[in-house]
């Protein structure tokens, strides 16, 4: 069993910068994936940068450029570096481990990252 903590959410005004983590229990030794998924009101969740455990990442065209991410095997945990923030960034933002793109893989609870403008 896999769980997943996310921190580093919060209010911040446009234009700044967060840094989002989630550390991981359990063994994550077979999640290939590590990502970020973000959702807010009245939207489907959706892709924001996911990483390959060979270090290969992908990004949502929408914040490529700004946000990166990275993972550190070692201490079983994922970042999401998000910089030039804008209000349409505000959502739950959410921490998700797979083994391949297929699987459903394991959740984390959300962390609300608000942008004001």
């Known amino acids: 069993q896999v769980q997943l903590v996310e921190s580093g959410g919060g209010l911040v005004q446009s234009g700044g910068s967060l840094r989002l983590s989630c550390a991981a229990s359990?063994?994550?030794?077979?999640?290939?994936?590590m990502g970020w998924y973000r959702q807010a009101p009245g939207k489907q969740r959706e892709l924001v940068a996911r990483i390959q455990d060979d270090g290969a990442t992908n990004y949502a065209d929408s914040v490529k450029g700004r946000f990166t991410i990275s993972r550190d095997n070692a201490k079983k945990a994922v970042y999401l570096q998000m910089n030039s923030l804008k209000p349409e960034d505000t959502a739950v933002y959410y921490c998700?481990?797979?083994?391949?793109?297929?699987?459903?893989?394991?959740w984390g609870q959300g962390t609300q990252v608000t942008v004001s403008s």
């Open positions: 998700n481990v797979r083994r391949s793109l297929g699987d459903v893989g394991y």
């Open positions: 359990g063994s994550i030794f077979s999640m290939i994936w």
